[in-house]
Structure formats: C-alpha cells, structure tokens
C-alpha cells in the first residue's frame, strides 16, 4: 500500500520505516516477551530505550555537556509556565513576538513573572522578523524567549540571535518545537530549547526540554515537582512515569534520522541538506506561478511550515478537495491566517513536495 502525503501541520507524518518497525516490535520487543507500552519504565529493557534515545538525541544535535536533556510531558504550551517558574526568579523576562506561539508564551508568562516585550513583528502581520540589533532587552532580564520556528505564521530564525553580542547576559530560550532536528542548533547562544515532539520527532505527549546546568535549581516554591527541571533532572526524567511508548518511539525516528544518506553527507546533514532542497522546491514554484502567494519576508521563511494563499478563497474547498483526491492530505491553513499551509517535516520526501507542486501546476492552469 502507497500512503497518501500528510501535509499535518502536528501531529505530523511519522517516517513510514519507524511506524513499520514499531508495528513490527509492538508484541514483542527485542524477544522480551513484552511490548514497549507494558514494561515497567525502571525495568532494564525500558531503561536500555531511554539511555539510547538520549544519547542519539545527543549524538544528533550535537548537545555538549553543559547541557541536560529531559524528557518532559505537558507540551510545548506546558513549557509556557514551565520556564518562567524556573527560570525567572520572580524577576522580570523579556519576550520576542514573531506569531502565535510566542505571543502565547508570553501570555502565559504574565502569570508567574514580569513580562517585557523585546520586539515584535504584529505590525507586520508576522511576515517578518524584527532585526536582532533592535530588540530592547531589559538590563535586568532572566532569560529571553523567542519561537524561533513560528509553526502557524511559517517566520523561522535561520540564525539564532547572539545575545551575549547584543550586551546581555540573559541566556536564550527557544521553542523550537516545529524545527527541533531539522537542522543544527548553536548550543553556545541557548540556555534552553524546548520543543513538543509531535512535529518532527514523534507522538504527542512528550516535551523535550535541553538546558543549561547552571539554569538548573532555582524554581519558584510553587513549581510542582514534575515540572522543577532539577528534580526532573536529578531522577533522570522519572520522577513521574514517563510517556514511555512516545520516548521509545522518538527513539526510532533518531535512529532514522542517523540512517539518513544524501550524497556525501550523513544523519542530520543529510537531512538538513534535504530539508533545504524540499523548501527552495516549494517556494521557487510558488513565487514564480503568478497564482499562489507567500506574505513571509526572503530571509526569515520557515523551511518546514510554508503558509500560502489562492487567488480567491472561493477556491479553496475546491483545491482542499482535489488535493484529497490527489493523495495529498490536510493542507488546509490555520484558521487564524487562512489560505493553506503545507508543513514539510523531516518525513516529507522531496516526492511528497513534488507531488504538491504538480498538483498546484495542474490546479492553477484550471483555475487562472
Ligand atoms: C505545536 C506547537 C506548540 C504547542 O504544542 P503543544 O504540544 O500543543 O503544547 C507550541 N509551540 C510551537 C512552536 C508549536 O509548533
């Protein structure tokens, strides 16, 4: 059976190798007896997945030893209180909007500490992203909070704004839930990166958090204990029982990820490498077909989430529906912008995109 191409924006296609591997160990992992979803998660099966994803996880960005990684639950939108009830001291944090999701954070923010707003793209509707140099960073800031994949608005950071060259000491907080392993992170500008896995990595229910040690140990009183990073730190991810089926899996797609072969590069730069090509495919079509539109600024557009627009919204249900037929599903936009949207994971092919393009070309020759 061919399966269509899934264009969800979250939760997203899977790779089909990893579901069919999953499939296959479902009854019986490894000659245990047991599937993945029945071992106890301390028992020495479970805790062989658990140490292996982490260290391919480590292996594939590159996470130097400063920094912990925990397999957390809750979301990214979790992460909305979880950093500022570890990370602010009460004091006050300053936050970057560039679309909905870092907009939610910093709502959410307002509730455990004092929210300064750095910069923002609002005026822009969220097509672009505000130049680093003029961001107004508070002398006093904790940390500093940027989305830097916006999933909904398609405005991704492709460099990591250097905070320690903008004069501050605040470390980086990134969500980069809808970009996490797309591409390499610059670990010596981020005290913490944050990221659902439901995007590029796996199932729902399980957050990755990567942070910075010295970051580690100063939560507020009322942080509940599943969610105090040093205790989740200090018992290894297991305070609580973790979503054991969804850690096991993203374990699968790192091992994917480090199958990944394109020409002379291997692993993550493969799929960089890919994600690139996937990217410039869709946009140079979409640019040059005088049809479709993408509102988002040259240098700050999303390699993995591409908002577009018809000519009339009158055509949309019928471009929905022949791209059902087509075998290319949920590509309907966010109801916030409207139009479409195509999210092109790192499980996407360059056929899938294609294929997209293909039907676009037929489409607008139909419908211009
Ligand atoms: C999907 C997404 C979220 C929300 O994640 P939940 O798992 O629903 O909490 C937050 N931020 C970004 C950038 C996202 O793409």
């Known amino acids: 059976m061919t399966r ?25 992992w490894h000659g245990s007896g047991m599937g993945v979803m029945e071992m106890s998660h301390r028992g ?36 909305n209180a979880i950093v500022p009830m570890n990370l602010s001291r009460g004091g006050r944090a300053d936050y970057v909007i560039t679309g909905s999701w870092s907009q939610k954070s910093a709502k959410e923010a307002h509730k455990y ?25 508070s002398d006093n800031a904790a940390y500093v909070h940027v989305c830097s994949n916006e999933t909904i608005h398609g405005v991704e950071m492709h460099e990591l704004p250097d905070l320690a060259a903008l004069g501050t000491q605040a470390p980086l907080v990134i969500d980069c839930s809808s970009h996490i392993v797309s591409r390499p992170i610059d670990w010596s500008r981020v005290g913490v990166a944050y990221a659902g896995a439901q995007k590029n990595i796996g199932p729902a229910g399980l957050t990755l958090v990567i942070v910075r040690e010295d970051l580690i140990g100063h939560a507020l009183a ?29 374990g699968l797609v790192f091992q994917w990820i480090q199958r990944q072969r394109e020409g002379e590069l291997t692993g993550l730069a493969a799929i960089e490498a890919r994600n690139v090509a996937k990217a410039k495919l869709f946009y140079d079509y979409v640019d040059a077909s005088g049809f479709y539109v993408n509102k988002v600024a040259g240098n700050c557009r999303s390699r993995m989430n591409i908002p577009f627009f018809l000519p009339s919204d009158d055509l949309n249900d019928a471009f929905l529906s022949g791209a059902k037929d087509a075998g290319l599903l ?7 912008v409207g139009g479409m949207r195509a999210s092109i994971y790192n499980a996407m092919p360059l056929a899938g995109v294609q294929a997209l393009v293909d039907y676009m070309k037929t489409f607008a020759a139909r419908h211009g």
Request: hydrophobic share 45%.
């Open 4 to 28: 269509p191409f899934n264009f969800s924006a979250g939760p997203a296609a899977l790779p089909e190798e990893v579901l069919q591997q999953a499939a296959s160990e479902m009854l019986d």
């Open 44 to 79: 020495k099966e479970f805790t062989a997945i658990a140490h292996q994803a982490e260290a391919d996880l480590r292996a594939i960005l590159a996470v130097p030893a400063t920094h912990k990684i925990l397999f957390m639950q809750g979301g990214a939108i979790a992460e």
């Open 113 to 137: 500490c004092e929210v300064h707003l750095a910069a923002s793209n609002a005026a822009d509707h969220h097509t672009t992203l505000p130049d680093y140099g003029s961001w107004q960073i």
């Open 222 to 250: 009322i942080t509940p204990s599943a969610f105090d990073y040093q205790i989740v730190a200090d018992n290894g991810s297991m305070y609580n029982t973790p979503p054991t089926y969804p850690w096991y899996l993203a």
């Open 330 to 336: 949920q590509l309907k936009g966010h109801k916030s």
